[in-house]
């Protein structure tokens, strides 16, 4: 089994920067696949960036791609998510899962959730 705990979010204005990161307990963290997820008020959960578990393969979703950047730390237990050029349309609670083996992009796919950090996008 794996815990994850998401920190990092905030209030930001348009056009600024967070990073996410989300730690993660156990010494197996180089087995999952991790990726980062991001629900709105009113909207289904949906998957912003993964990562696989050497870091050789990553997935974007089309919203994204371009302004943000996951990466993973093994050593550290860690995955980032570098978010730049932020849009109002980026505010959410956005959620660290993981997963044993491949990448995967469908929530359901995911076996282990942190409880969410908020991310808040101001114009």
């Known amino acids: 089994q794996v815990q994850l705990e998401e920190s990092g979010g905030g209030l930001v204005q348009a056009g600024g920067s967070l990073r996410l990161s989300c730690a993660a307990s156990?010494?197996?963290?180089?087995?999952?696949?991790m990726a980062w997820f991001r629900q709105a008020p009113g909207k289904e959960r949906e998957s912003v960036a993964a990562?696989?578990?050497?870091?050789?393969?990553?997935y974007y979703a089309d919203s994204v791609k371009g302004r943000f950047t996951i990466s993973r730390d093994n050593a550290k237990n860690t995955v980032y998510l570098q978010m730049n050029s932020l849009k109002p349309k980026d505010t959410a609670v956005y959620y660290c899962?993981?997963?044993?083996?491949?990448?995967?992009?469908?929530?359901?796919?995911?076996?282990?959730w942190g409880q969410g950090t908020q991310v808040t996008v101001s114009s």
């Open positions: 899962a993981a997963r044993r083996w491949t990448l995967a992009t469908v929530a359901a796919q995911y076996d282990y």
């Open positions: 990562i696989s578990r050497s870091s050789d393969s990553t």
């Open positions: 156990g010494r197996t963290f180089s087995s999952y696949t």
